[in-house]
């Protein structure tokens, strides 16, 4: 079955990080690229950045420089997203989802990832 | 950054009805890039519209896009029950990708 499956939800501290995990199945991980999209409560979408898990090329949103860490696991088609320096704003559902190369649409997303910033 | 402004942001309306939803860029956005998501209360978005008028797979053709520079639409010819959702629109322009905040199509 094709799918993205993420980890499940977290609850970190202010000032903490968080590492949430997008496992692929059914399709050539390598053939696409892996961004991450997040979705604070009753808001829109807000893109993060991605990887190509070929060759671990990195792209980040500006928004995010600093503070994301994207990398990939190619024996386990898993991508893992870390945000550090967590604050309130930060609370949001976290979606990781595939690109095929050059095409800048997501046509699979995962189920989205809870994380809940709260001292 | 290029902004999406969406249009509007809540429509009432009832099945059966058309409906026309716009996206406006603050630049110049390439057609090929331009696409349109729909989300439903607690799942991911779903792949509509790419390229700014192609249909995914499995998308019912009384949807459709259209557009060009600074302006698209995202048409639905007929509305049914499952299409009241949230809808987006989304671009790539070098170095970012961007989303519109939305437009909400809920039951009359």
């Known amino acids: 079955q094709v799918q993205l499956v993420q980890s499940g939800a977290e609850v970190q501290k202010p000032g903490a990080s968080v590492k949430v995990s997008c496992k692929a199945s059914?399709?050539?991980?390598?053939?696409?690229?892996i961004h991450w999209v997040r979705q604070a409560p009753g808001q829109g979408l807000e893109w993060m950045g991605r990887?190509?898990?070929?060759?671990?090329?990195?792209h980040y949103s500006q928004n995010f420089e600093g503070r994301l860490t994207v990398t990939r696991d190619t024996s386990t088609s898993t991508v893992y997203m870390e945000l550090s320096n967590l604050g309130s704003e930060d609370t949001a559902v976290y979606y990781c989802?595939?690109?095929?190369?050059?095409?800048?649409?997501?046509?699979?997303w995962g189920q989205g990832t809870l994380v809940t910033v709260s001292s | 950054e290029i902004v999406l402004t969406q249009s509007p942001a809540t429509l009432s309306l009832s099945p059966g009805e058309g409906v026309t939803l716009s996206c406006r860029a603050s630049?110049?956005?390439?057609?090929?890039?331009l696409t349109w998501y729909q989300q439903k209360p607690g799942q991911p978005p779903r792949l509509l519209i790419y390229?700014?008028?192609y249909r995914a797979t499995g998308i019912p053709d009384r949807f459709s896009g259209s557009g060009s520079g600074t302006d698209f639409t995202l048409t639905i010819s007929r509305l049914e029950p499952e299409d009241f959702a949230m809808y987006y629109c989304?671009?790539?322009?070098?170095?970012?990708?961007?989303f519109g905040q939305g437009t909400k199509l809920e039951i009359k």
């Open positions: 990887i190509a898990p070929n060759d671990g090329h990195l």
């Open positions: 059914g399709f050539s991980f390598t053939a696409y690229l």
């Open positions: 630049q110049v956005v390439s057609g090929t890039f």
């Open positions: 989802a595939r690109e095929r190369g050059g095409t800048c649409y997501f046509d699979l």
């Open positions: 390229h700014t008028s």
């Open positions: 989304q671009q790539y322009t070098t170095p970012q990708f961007t």
